[in-house]
């Protein structure tokens, strides 16, 4: 019963009003998730250095855990900026890290550092491009409190959520970064059913899970896929036959953005592309809040898998 949606501008403009359509969508299909609502948005760096959004807990002492990480993470490279906003601390740090990023590295030793200080902590995204603020409560609180219609960039991701297994809470609520791996964010609507499975698996190779949020394998798989060298649709196509369930995602890096859609079709997906922009949604409704009537939408087929590159 989630909602989500995408949009990615085309016209190769850096200071599109993403956060603004984002927000106009999920706003739209606030009926369908009103548990929690979360965006993944995407800017080009001014500088290449490393953007985090860490959630800091429980408000009572949480301004000593900010501080902590602060001049902790100075170990790791050049502290551009520390600022924090509700249960959220913003860092941004130059990090010594190839362009094309992998698994492990100082991206995974600042992560373990950072989520080392105490256990409420946890870094909820991290790339140079990629942020992610998500909170519990409709759309309309998480632009109050993250000034989310404001923000300016190419693509972006959102959800809004209605728990149906998992508890509610922050930590569960989406978008998912691919943890350690910079960049890499996923909304999902539906079930995995070999959740479990794929779990125990990556697990015993030294994954960490920060949820029962079946979501999450997604990332976690979409990751491991990238990082043995597949392109981003090929990861994606490949996910038909080793996704069991009746799932819509959508997943999106600095560079690309695109769909995939079970072989049951039980979960709704509509898109619709002009020269200008990809816009995708779970309903209709949310396209046409945002763009008007005047664009053909179309409805992803079963087995559909659709990348757009930025």
């Given at each position: 019963?989630?909602?989500?949606?995408?949009?990615?501008?085309?016209?190769?403009?850096?200071?599109?009003?993403?956060?603004?359509?984002?927000?106009?969508?999920?706003?739209?299909?606030?009926v369908?998730?009103?548990?929690?609502?979360?965006?993944?948005?995407?800017?080009?760096?001014?500088?290449?250095?490393?953007?985090?959004?860490?959630?800091?807990?429980?408000?009572?002492?949480?301004?000593?855990?900010?501080t902590?990480?602060?001049?902790?993470?100075?170990?790791?490279?050049?502290?551009?900026?520390?600022?924090?906003?509700?249960?959220?601390?913003?860092?941004?740090?130059?990090l010594?890290?190839?362009?094309?990023?992998?698994?492990?590295?100082?991206?995974?030793?600042?992560?373990?550092?950072?989520?080392?200080?105490?256990?409420?902590?946890?870094?909820?995204?991290?790339?140079?491009?990629?942020?992610?603020?998500?909170?519990?409560?409709?759309?309309?609180?998480?632009?109050?409190?993250?000034?989310?219609?404001?923000?300016?960039?190419?693509?972006?991701?959102?959800?809004t959520?209605?728990?149906?297994?998992?508890?509610?809470?922050?930590?569960?609520?989406?978008?998912?970064?691919?943890?350690?791996?910079?960049?890499?964010?996923?909304?999902?609507?539906?079930?995995?059913?070999?959740?479990?499975?794929?779990?125990?698996?990556?697990?015993?190779?030294?994954?960490?899970?920060?949820?029962?949020?079946?979501?999450?394998?997604?990332?976690?798989?979409?990751?491991?896929?990238?990082?043995?060298?597949?392109?981003?649709?090929?990861?994606?196509?490949?996910?038909?036959?080793?996704?069991?369930?009746?799932?819509?995602?959508?997943?999106?890096?600095?560079?690309?953005?695109?769909?995939?859609?079970?072989?049951?079709?039980?979960?709704?997906?509509?898109?619709?592309?002009?020269?200008?922009?990809?816009?995708?949604?779970?309903?209709?409704?949310?396209?046409?809040?945002?763009?008007?009537?005047?664009?053909?939408?179309r409805?992803?087929?079963?087995?559909?898998?659709?990348?757009?590159?930025r």
């Open positions: 019963m989630c909602g989500i949606v995408g949009f990615l501008d085309k016209t190769q403009n850096i200071n599109a009003p993403v956060g603004k359509t984002v927000l106009t969508m999920l706003t739209a299909l606030g369908r998730g009103p548990d929690s609502a979360g965006v993944a948005l995407y800017r080009p760096p001014e500088n290449g250095a490393f953007t985090l959004q860490v959630k800091l807990g429980e408000l009572e002492g949480a301004a000593e855990r900010g902590s990480i602060a001049e902790g993470v100075k170990a790791f490279g050049f502290v551009h900026e520390v600022k924090t906003t509700a249960e959220y601390l913003r860092l941004v740090i130059d010594q890290v190839q362009k094309d990023p992998v698994i492990g590295g100082e991206v995974t030793s600042l992560t373990q550092f950072i989520e080392s200080l105490d256990e409420d902590i946890e870094v909820v995204s991290m790339g140079r491009e990629l942020e992610i603020v998500k909170q519990v409560g409709t759309p309309q609180n998480l632009d109050a409190t993250h000034n989310v219609s404001t923000f300016r960039g190419t693509h972006g991701l959102g959800h959520r209605l728990s149906t297994e998992s508890r509610v809470d922050l930590s569960h609520s989406q978008p998912f970064w691919a943890h350690n791996y910079p960049d890499l964010a996923i909304v999902h609507n539906g079930h995995i059913t070999n959740y479990h499975k794929l779990r125990c698996i990556y697990e015993q190779r030294g994954v960490r899970f920060y949820t029962e949020n079946d979501s999450e394998v997604i990332g976690v798989y979409l990751a491991d896929q990238l990082s043995q060298g597949l392109r981003f649709k090929e990861a994606l196509d490949a996910s038909l036959t080793d996704l069991d369930g009746s799932f819509s995602y959508l997943a999106a890096t600095a560079d690309y953005i695109g769909f995939a859609k079970d072989p049951f079709a039980f979960k709704p997906l509509l898109f619709t592309e002009t020269d200008d922009f990809v816009a995708v949604a779970t309903e209709e409704i949310a396209i046409r809040a945002a763009f008007g009537e005047g664009y053909e939408v409805e992803a087929q079963a087995k559909d898998v659709s990348v757009w590159q």
